[in-house]
């Protein structure tokens, strides 16, 4: 068993920056592709990004390609989210995400596949 636990988000008004963090607890985290995912009100949950378990590999939603960057320290055992340029609609609920991988150079963008969710961390960007 995995769990994840997020931190960092706030208001924020148009313009500025955050940094979310998750934290996992369990096995050797770099076994694990990490994603970033978010849900805004009445909408379904989208992907944002997510990174390899031995942080080679990155991919990002295109709405956030320049202005998010994904990040992990593996002894740590945390995921970062740099979030830069925030715009209103990037308010959401943002969810840590972990999959486990044999190959880690392995990441997905799918979030039927990851395997343990945290419980969210709400960002609210103002105009």
């Known amino acids: 068993q995995v769990q994840l636990v997020e931190s960092g988000g706030g208001l924020v008004q148009a313009g500025g920056s955050l940094r979310l963090s998750c934290t996992a607890s369990?096995?050797?985290?770099?076994?694990?592709?990490m994603g970033w995912f978010r849900q805004a009100p009445g909408k379904e949950r989208e992907f944002v990004t997510s990174?390899?378990?031995?942080?080679?590999?990155?991919d990002y939603a295109d709405s956030v390609k320049g202005r998010f960057t994904i990040s992990r320290d593996n002894s740590a055992k945390t995921v970062y989210l740099q979030m830069n340029s925030l715009k209103p609609e990037d308010t959401a609920v943002y969810y840590c995400?972990?999959?486990?991988?044999?190959?880690?150079?392995?990441?997905?963008?799918?979030?039927?596949?990851?395997?343990?969710w945290g419980r969210g961390t709400q960002v609210t960007v103002s105009s």
């Open positions: 990174i390899s378990g031995n942080a080679a590999s990155t």
């Open positions: 369990g096995r050797t985290f770099s076994s694990y592709c």
């Open positions: 995400a972990a999959k486990g991988i044999i190959w880690g150079g392995s990441y997905t963008y799918r979030g039927y596949e990851y395997d343990y």
